[in-house]
């Protein structure tokens, strides 16, 4: 399985940002997709994921903000990021679980916030 990540970018305060994750590969083998942020100096952390089934859970930090969203005849999963703060500023990785075991990670791509 591979994960192409795309959507970053520099975006002010309060604005909106749709981060994608395409997978290829043995895609059957893909349970759960989630994105994951590191800012600088910071241990990579869990922003949001989303099961085979739809099953959604999200960091306290950015519920009722950002949406995570999974097109599987498309392959993809979505991050839609509204009302965004200079705090989420970091480089946002894409993730997925595989079955029976095993995980991939997409390379990253930096959303800044900033005015």
């Known amino acids: 399985v591979q994960l192409q990540a795309s959507g970053g970018g520099l975006v002010q305060p309060g604005g909106s940002l749709r981060l994608s994750c395409a997978a290829s590969g043995s895609i059957f083998s893909i349970n759960t997709m989630g994105w994951y942020c590191q800012a600088p100096g910071k241990q990579r952390e869990l922003v949001a994921t989303i099961t085979s089934g739809g099953s959604i859970s999200y960091a306290d930090s950015v519920k009722g903000r950002f949406t995570i969203s999974r097109d599987n005849a498309k392959n993809t999963a979505y991050l839609q990021m509204n009302s965004l703060k200079p705090e989420d500023t970091a480089v946002y990785y894409c993730?997925?679980?595989?079955?029976?075991?095993?995980?991939?990670w997409g390379q990253g791509t930096q959303v800044t916030v900033s005015s």
């Open positions: 993730n997925a679980l595989l079955n029976p075991y095993g995980q991939r």
